[in-house]
């Protein structure tokens, strides 16, 4: 069984177009993120989700917004597609925000506007 | 501003050689030091992973080296294998950050048979 699952894997879509990406893990963490992998393969994060409640955004634009319907669940939805959001986006998720614990990465999520 | 910077960018290695990656970082409040290996169209995975209060970890074939004075940490993969070709990142993070990464810039190694 997949830890933790991403939808869909590519995405090619146009500038201005809105978007979603799933996640879900079935670990039964309680934390979960979304990080930005640019094209030259630098890895940020973008926000940080601990049983359903927001707990880190890094200064990602407003047209992000993520969504935690319950703590197995983190979706990523992006308004106003741009060029410089082509990238690749991982979800992963941790036990416990407050200890150093091991994160487990989704496959990610390709996505290329054009 | 990068806190965590890692070199080289790029590695090859033959089989059976040492591959080393170094990774430097600012904040001296980072207590968690976890390297994570990707191989392509793949997320990342929690490789080994060292706290400041030792200066090595070995895990099979891979080692951390830490220098808490130099602020530096460097991973080796001794005996280096065709299977070990990824891009290996190295992280650092705080007690009280939300477990947040922050991640170096990555090492592509490639290891030649």
């Known amino acids: 069984d997949t830890a933790v699952s991403q939808t869909p894997k590519y995405l090619v879509t146009q500038m201005g177009n809105d978007k979603s990406i799933k996640c879900e893990q079935n670990l039964g963490h309680d934390t979960m993120y979304w990080y930005k992998q640019d094209s030259k393969k630098f890895l940020k994060i973008m926000f940080s989700y601990n049983n359903k409640e927001l707990i880190i955004n890094e200064t990602v634009p407003n047209r992000f917004s993520p969504k935690s319907p319950d703590k197995a669940h983190l979706n990523l939805h992006i308004n106003s597609l741009e060029l410089g959001d082509s990238a690749v986006y991982f979800c992963?998720?941790?036990?416990?925000?407050?200890?150093?614990?091991?994160?487990?990465f989704g496959p990610g999520t390709r996505l290329l506007v054009l | 501003q990068q806190q965590v910077k890692q070199s080289p960018q790029s590695l090859i290695v033959q089989k059976g050689g040492i591959s080393i990656i170094n990774c430097a970082y600012e904040n001296t409040a980072f207590d968690y030091f976890p390297w994570y290996q990707q191989f392509p169209g793949k997320g990342p995975a929690l490789l080994i992973a060292i706290r400041p209060d030792v200066s090595e970890k070995k895990e099979g074939r891979f080692t951390i080296s830490f220098n808490k004075s130099a602020k530096q940490f460097s991973l080796h993969i001794m005996d280096s294998q065709p299977g070990d070709s990824a891009t290996y990142f190295c992280a650092a993070t705080t007690n009280n950050a939300g477990n947040m990464l922050t991640f170096g810039g990555g090492t592509r190694l490639m290891v030649k048979p």
């Open positions: 992963a998720s941790s036990q416990d925000p407050n200890t150093q614990e091991t994160q487990y």
